[in-house]
């Protein structure tokens, strides 16, 4: 969604309706590995049986965290949620006024059906289509790189 698109849009409507989610047992050092791994991933959703149960973004786990302890002990939900009949403007706006990027849509049940990406630019939405192709692009990168290091066998 660009800025100027149907402002009767909903967040739900503009979600990346797949994110990647983590289990409530998942570790700090794990979490930090997923933050790492990819540099378009800023929030971790923690999730149980489809139910958000935590977010996390780099700055809750602090440096001094035991990397054996449970990632979901240093998550936050207060001001990372968004309801998903909130205008997809309303939420641009909100979000670019406050310098962030990532809310997590959920329902009353506290059910994911979500994660509302602002783009870099502040002009949109990041999509499935998006994610997708980043994810293409990566691997067909590290593809060429095992390539080049293989001796392009």
Do not use: W
Request: with cysteine.
């Amino acid at each position: 969604m660009e800025a100027n698109d149907d402002t009767r849009q909903t967040v739900v409507d503009v979600v990346v309706r797949l994110p990647k989610t983590l289990s409530p047992s998942t570790t700090v050092t794990q979490a930090r590995q997923a933050l790492d791994e990819d540099d378009h991933i800023h929030m971790l959703l923690i999730t149980r049986a489809g139910r958000l149960l935590g977010t996390l973004v780099r700055a809750d786990l602090p440096p001094s965290a035991d990397g054996a302890s449970r990632a979901l002990d240093y998550a936050v939900m207060r001001g990372r949620t968004i309801p998903p009949g909130t205008s997809a403007e309303q939420a641009r706006l909100q979000l670019s006024s406050r310098g962030e990027r990532r809310r997590a849509v959920v329902d009353q049940e506290g059910q994911l059906l979500g994660l509302l990406c602002l783009k870099r630019s502040h002009t949109g939405f990041c999509s499935d289509a998006d994610v997708r192709s980043r994810a293409e692009a990566l691997e067909t990168r590290d593809d060429q790189a095992c390539g080049a290091r293989d001796g392009g066998a």
